[in-house]
């Protein structure tokens, strides 16, 4: 019933930068939370970055002031700017949003995209 595609993954060198998005599709009322995670071979999945509703911001230490979470709440559409990249960053990076499906009953639902592979060379 909701869609979530990544986009913007690739390879880059250490020190450069990539954008992610992340485009939400299907039967959506309300786009409320949104964050990124990302997932490194052999390793557990961790939270990156959140933005919630309102437009409230935080992030995981190891990326602040190098990553922006963003939204663009007319293009139901997810962002993550990532400055200063490090082989540290490799990682699949994952969307995830939770979505009120019905204007109604309003349930919601979190929502995982498929993942997009980020690779930082070193």
């Known amino acids: 019933q909701v869609q979530l595609v990544e986009s913007g993954g690739g390879l880059v060198q250490a020190g450069g930068s990539l954008r992610l998005s992340c485009v939400a599709s299907?039967?959506?009322?309300?786009?409320?939370?949104m964050a990124w995670y990302r997932q490194a071979p052999g390793k557990q999945r961790e939270l990156v970055a959140v933005?919630?509703?309102?437009?409230?911001?935080r992030y995981v230490d190891s990326v602040k002031a190098r990553f922006t979470i963003s939204r663009d709440n007319a293009k139901n559409t997810l962002y993550l700017q990532m400055n200063s990249l490090k082989p540290e960053d490799t990682a699949v990076y994952y969307c995830?949003?939770?979505?009120?499906?019905?204007?109604?009953?309003?349930?919601?639902?979190?929502?995982w995209g498929q993942g997009t592979q980020v690779t930082v060379s070193s």
């Open positions: 299907g039967n959506i009322f309300r786009i409320n939370d």
């Open positions: 995830n949003a939770d979505v009120t499906t019905s204007q109604d009953l309003r349930p919601t639902f979190r929502f």
């Open positions: 933005i919630t509703s309102g437009g409230g911001t």
